[in-house]
């Protein structure tokens, strides 16, 4: 069974940094497109980063392109989330989450993924 468990949340200021870090464990980490999600307060989940097998392809929400990047060590089993210039609209649970296969061209909807994380919560304030 795969399982997801992140870590790294907390509160930060804003125009901050945190890096969040997911281990999975299991065999065949290396099999998984990887991605990460968020859900604020009243609002659905939705998608933040996503990366591909060998970390090759990776793919940003439009909201955190540019501060946001999302990295791979297969070695490790770990997916890491680096978020850098932290909004307050950027506060949320952040959830890592595990597709076996290569990447869907449904990467970003969250019912393409297999296995979810408990989440880590993210506060940013102002």
């Known amino acids: 069974q795969v399982q997801l468990v992140e870590s790294g949340g907390g509160l930060v200021q804003a125009g901050g940094s945190r890096r969040l870090s997911c281990v999975v464990s299991?065999?065949?980490?290396?099999?998984?497109?990887m991605g990460w999600f968020r859900q604020a307060p009243g609002k659905d989940r939705e998608f933040v980063a996503a990366?591909?097998?060998?970390?090759?392809?990776?793919y940003y929400a439009d909201s955190v392109k540019g501060r946001f990047t999302i990295s791979r060590d297969n070695a490790k089993n770990t997916v890491d989330l680096q978020m850098d210039s932290l909004k307050p609209e950027d506060t949320a649970v952040y959830y890592c989450?595990?597709?076996?296969?290569?990447?869907?061209?449904?990467?970003?909807?969250?019912?393409?993924?297999?296995?979810w994380g408990q989440g880590t919560q993210v506060t940013v304030s102002s």
């Open positions: 989450a595990a597709q076996a296969g290569p990447i869907p061209f449904t990467f970003s909807r969250a019912r393409a993924y297999d296995y």
């Open positions: 990366i591909s097998w060998s970390g090759g392809s990776t």
């Open positions: 299991g065999r065949t980490f290396s099999t998984y497109t």
